[in-house]
Nanobody, 123 residues
Framework: QVQVVESGGGLVQSGDSLRLSCVVS????????VGWFRQFPGKEREFVAA????????DYADSVKGRFSISRDNVANTVYLQMNGLKPEDTAVYYC????????????????WGQGTQVTVSS
């Protein structure tokens, strides 16, 4: 069973930075693509970023491009989401998801999800 656990959320001010972590308990972790998604109240989850199995390629939503950076450590089974220049509109619950195979922007392609971590950005 694949377990996904996010951490690192919190309350910050506009312009601040946060780094989210996602630990995926599976071997070999390098077989899994990983994505970050976020969900606003009353809305469906939306794609934020994804990283390939080797960590050599990443994909970003236009809304976060240039501000967020995704990376992974396959030894530590961990994916990171570095969030810089946070804005109040980034306030959401952030979810990490893992799938066997390539990473994807489509949340429907992921079977393994974490519980989410709240990020709140005050103006």
């Amino acid at each position: 069973q694949v377990q996904v656990v996010e951490s690192g959320g919190g309350l910050v001010q506009s312009g601040d930075s946060l780094r989210l972590s996602c630990v995926v308990s599976v071997r070999p972790f390098s077989d899994y693509g990983v994505g970050w998604f976020r969900q606003f109240p009353g809305k469906e989850r939306e794609f934020v970023a994804a990283v390939t199995r080797t960590g050599t390629m990443a994909d970003y939503a236009d809304s976060v491009k240039g501000r967020f950076s995704i990376s992974r450590d396959n030894v530590a089974n961990t994916v990171y989401l570095q969030m810089n220049g946070l804005k109040p509109e980034d306030t959401a619950v952030y979810y990490c998801a893992a799938r066997l195979g390539f990473a994807s922007r489509d949340s429907q392609n992921y079977r393994n999800w974490g519980q989410g971590t709240q990020v709140t950005v005050s103006s």
